[in-house]
C-alpha cells in the first residue's frame, strides 16, 4: 500500500493520527499542495477529485476518503478497535465524525480556500 499525503493538509492528519494509534505504518508519498502537485496529470490520475488523502491498495485500486480509508484499515487491522466494536458504538463514531466534519472541517476548509495564498484564484 501507499499513502499519499500532504504534512500540512487535515484531512491526511485525521488518517495518520489514525494509523498511529493502531501502530500501522504504510509507505508514504508527500504531494505538495502548496505547489499545486494535486492538480499535475499524475495525481490527477490517481485521485481526479484532485484532493489528498489516497490510499492506494495493493491491487492498484484507490481509496480517496478519510473515513472510507481509515474503516479499510480498521478491517485489516482489528485492534485496538478504534471505529466502535458493537453496531451501537460504531454508529456513535459514525455519527460523531459527521458531526466534525460538517460543523467543524467543512467551514475550516472553506475559511483556507478563500483566504489562503495558494488557493488564489482556482
Known amino acids: 500500500m501507499k499513502f499519499f499525503d500532504c504534512k500540512t493538509a ?3 492528519r485525521r488518517v495518520r493520527m489514525f494509523m498511529a494509534e493502531k ?3 504504510i509507505e ?3 504531494v505538495d499542495l ?3 502537485e494535486q492538480l499535475g496529470d499524475a495525481f490527477r490520475a490517481i485521485n481526479p ?3 489528498v488523502p489516497v490510499l492506494q491498495l495493493d491491487d492498484g ?3 480517496t476518503e478519510v473515513v472510507a480509508i481509515c474503516q479499510y484499515l480498521e478491517e485489516l ?3 485496538p478497535a478504534l471505529l466502535g466494536s458493537t453496531p451501537q458504538e460504531r454508529a456513535r463514531v459514525s455519527m460523531w465524525n459527521a458531526k466534525v466534519e460538517f460543523q467543524g472541517l ?3 476548509m472553506d475559511a483556507l480556500r478563500n483566504f489562503a495564498k495558494g488557493f488564489a484564484g482556482r
Open 10 to 12: 487535515p484531512s491526511p
Open 106 to 108: 467543512y467551514a475550516l
Open 77 to 79: 487491522h482489528p485492534e
Open 49 to 51: 477529485d484532485c484532493v
Open 28 to 30: 508514504s508519498v508527500e
Open 61 to 63: 485500486s484507490y481509496l
Open 23 to 25: 501502530g500501522i505504518e
Open 34 to 36: 502548496a505547489a499545486g
